[in-house]
């Protein structure tokens, strides 16, 4: 018998760990990631969701550079993918007044309003 | 949560991106997206205030022509909203600029039918409070000899600035 999938832990926004500097490899890794199971998907929304708090700077980046990813997961249908999605995107849309968000705007605030609505 | 994330973007990202995207769902047939949108439209624009306009004039083009389009839409609570909206920007930006950009953004026959739509806004809002001068004729003549009885209990007439209690002769308009 198959035993069930044990999801990883979510993290509240105080309680993210400090991630790795931002290198090439690091990043290979993060794509490696988002394209294998949910579990390691939901560990790579965590990892961006430290990104964007202790280097708010790189988050609009980083952000749109995963969109698609992200996207999929919010309407992958596993509870615990779409709440940590959510709350990337928040956090990210929280950095707003300080950092230049713009590029975020466009591919997840239909996604919110739809989300919304229903 | 996605309306938390809502509620963070819209006190948090007011950029012509982010009225562009909302102002293209607003307008979407979709009653209850129209509808969403339509309120996080209206909380961005309460949320920028004055600095509304900083905005790129594509964006006020954009935002001005929602409105207009809302106006006219067959739900009365999307009308309401859009009409809120309208208000509310007048009311920051004073009624010269707004004008100004109304003449700048819309057609003859839109802005004709935004101002229609802002007056009877504004009259349905006051039409059941009468001017207060009106209001003490109306009871002054309505009292007549009531007035007399007044006197006698020593408020004196309404006429008469000299019998105030407290002997100050207040202007009457």
Redesign the interface.
Known sequence: MQEPVQPPPFFEYEFLPQTPPLTPEYVAILDSMMAGPWTDGFQCITALRSIVKFNPTLAADVVCRYSVAILEFINAGKTQL??NS??L??ET?????SV????C??P??????????? | MADQALAVFTSNCGYDASFMVITELSCEKNANLSEVAIRQLAKLIENVGALISQLKPETLQRIMKCLTFLLSSKRQNIKNWALQICMHIFGQIGAQNYLQLMGYVLSQEEQQFMKAAMETRKESKFKDVKPLNVVLKERKSMLGDSTNQMNMQGYGSMDNQENFPNGYNYPMQ
């Open positions: 779409l709440k959510l709350s995107i928040k849309f929280l950095l707003g007044r230049n968000v713009e590029k705007v466009d997840f605030i239909r996604v919110l309003v739809k989300k919304s609505a229903l």
